[in-house]
């Protein structure tokens, strides 16, 4: 069939269009209006007729067992509408009383307890809130609210204020958890008094027998401390019961005590009270031995950056006076990090420089198992083994150091693993050829200004170690206990070694209970002392 010619068909689509765009912009005109009408409509209602939003005026569903917390997230429960009012009501109460209004905010606050009161027995009847429960609450609760808002209250006021009023609110709460955490802090560090009772009664011991002291030097020259065909073990401490647990966990499950020999570091004011409660005490026929950290000579300023820094005005500065610098963590101003024994850990091959391999363990471990296995693992040529803690990715190198500085991010990989320091095999000789220490000693002198890392002994050794550390088996270290309340229970039970790392030491009150077994079991509770002073 033969098309028309384009000059008849043009004209009819003219004529159509025209007709679609005139009703099109009917529609559009009649619905602006109606949607004027029906505001105005509405503003001129709102005191008297509030909107509830309920589909259930005609019949009311009964609920056996009522649940307030599902009820309230019910967009067409009453609970949800008395809720929201509520929430509404606490705002404006704000503001009137910051502009004097104090009689309504009385008024709101009293409508407020009404609906308190109501959800209150809602909850205790289980049942939901009716009808007739809630509309007059509902619509008296609503002609307060309109008068604010018909009155000065516009909601870009009110959105300023309460925006301010929850600035304020984010500024108490984080001050609240700073503090918090400072006073946790304050308990982690703290010693309880039966322990200081302990300490009294070991240091009259020491100062008045002299038969101990006598004892203290002849095991001095013991040739078993420097004997490498038995397994040493080194803890540096100030803390008596703490070393006295792993001393008696370590020996209690070895398969040959009496192979065992544990060379304890502590200072000058524990030294005597250490030296009375180990040579009182009998260990199976395992050596102890307890060093003063005063009589390392060699260990001092001019050799140490370590200590040289600990002793600056600027770093106890950083310490004990930032306390007013919400910059500074309150875990970063915990006396050990400027404790003399907690950097000790990098001087293990000058302190013992004729043993060959040592097992190091922090004070707040307990030894589940026999560690002699340890001294036969290889190590294949590091220096140091440990279990690595990147099972989580807050545990790799880039949480620990800076990366944004050159000197990091050019040498180590920040995806690295990191590991835990508190049971960890040392090979000495691998160490010595190394020369670890000394890569320490560099990377101190490097983060003079606290650039690299913050603080702790961690940090620095994984930079001293790093290319130089033997993964171990996970269940020859567990951490966690001291902060951890989920951790696995058979994992716990297959461990080697537990560590309470964390402020929550089971010597202390805020001890996790469930894991404090694992640590009083190694605590002789029946000697003498331990029981006078547990009636203190």
């Not at 009385?106 to 009716?130: D, F, G, N, V, Y």
């Amino acid at each position: 069939m033969r098309r028309r010619a384009a000059e008849y068909r043009r004209p009819v689509r003219r004529k159509l269009s025209c007709w679609i765009c005139s009703l099109l912009g009917i529609f559009l005109i009649a619905g602006f209006v109606l949607f004027v009408v029906h505001h105005h409509h509405d503003r001129e209602d709102h005191v008297e007729q509030p909107i509830l939003e309920r589909e259930s005026r005609n019949e009311e569903v009964v609920h056996e067992h009522l649940n307030l917390t599902q009820e309230t997230s019910s967009a067409n429960s009453y609970a949800r509408q008395l809720a929201e009012q509520m929430t509404l009501a606490k705002a404006y109460i704000v503001i009137a009383k910051e502009h004097n209004n104090l009689h309504l905010a009385w008024e709101l606050s009293s409508k407020i307890r009404s609906c308190q009161l109501l959800l209150s027995k809602a909850a205790m009847k289980e049942e939901p809130i009716s009808l007739d429960e809630a509309e007059p609450i509902i619509k008296s609760l609503s002609s307060l609210i309109s008068k604010p808002q018909d009155a000065h209250y516009d909601i870009a006021t009110t959105m300023m204020t309460m925006k301010s009023h929850i600035q304020a609110l984010e500024e108490r709460a984080n001050a609240a958890s700073v503090q918090s955490m400072m006073f946790g802090q304050l308990t982690a560090e703290s010693l309880p008094k039966n322990l200081h009772c302990l300490e009294i009664k070991l240091m009259s011991d020491w100062l008045t027998r002299k038969s101990l002291q006598d004892f203290a030097d002849e095991r001095r020259n013991s040739p078993r401390l420097v004997d490498n065909n038995l397994y040493h073990f080194c803890i540096f401490s100030d803390n008596l019961l703490a070393v006295s647990a792993v001393v008696n966990s370590t020996m209690s499950n070895a398969d040959h005590p009496k192979q065992l020999v544990f060379h304890i570091v502590t200072d000058v004011i524990h030294y005597g009270m250490m030296q009375a409660w180990f040579l009182n005490n009998d260990f199976k026929g395992s050596t102890v031995e307890v060093q003063n950290i005063e009589d390392l000579t060699w260990l001092n300023s001019s050799y140490s950056p370590a200590l040289k820094q600990l002793r600056e005005a600027d770093s106890r500065k950083y310490y004990f006076d930032g306390s007013e610098d919400a910059s500074i963590e309150p875990k970063f101003r915990n006396p050990k990090y400027i404790s003399v024994l907690n950097h000790l850990r990098f001087y293990i091959p000058e302190i013992y420089p004729q043993l060959e391999k040592i097992v190091f363990l922090d004070d707040d471990v307990v030894v589940q198992k026999d560690l002699t296995p340890l001294f036969s693992l290889d190590l294949h040529g590091n220096v140091n083994g440990a279990v690595e803690t990147c099972l989580e990715a807050f545990h790799r190198y880039y949480k620990y150091l800076n990366f944004s500085n050159p000197l990091i991010s050019s040498r180590f990989d920040p995806q690295a693993c990191g590991w835990a320091f508190g049971m960890n095999v040392f090979d000495l000789m691998a160490w010595r050829k190394a020369n670890v220490t000394a890569r320490y000693h560099y990377w101190l002198e490097q983060n003079a200004d606290r650039t690299l890392w913050k603080l702790g002994t961690l940090p620095p050794g994984l930079l001293a170690f790093y290319g130089l550390t033997e993964p171990l088996d996970r269940r020859w270290h567990v951490l966690g206990l001291g902060y951890d309340l989920n951790v696995d229970s058979r994992l716990i039970e297959s461990a080697a070694v537990v560590h309470f790392n964390g402020n929550m030491k089971p010597w202390l009150k805020l001890g996790i209970s469930k894991y404090r077994p694992l640590w009083e079991r190694y605590v002789n509770q029946t000697h003498p002392y331990l029981r006078d002073c547990a009636t203190h």
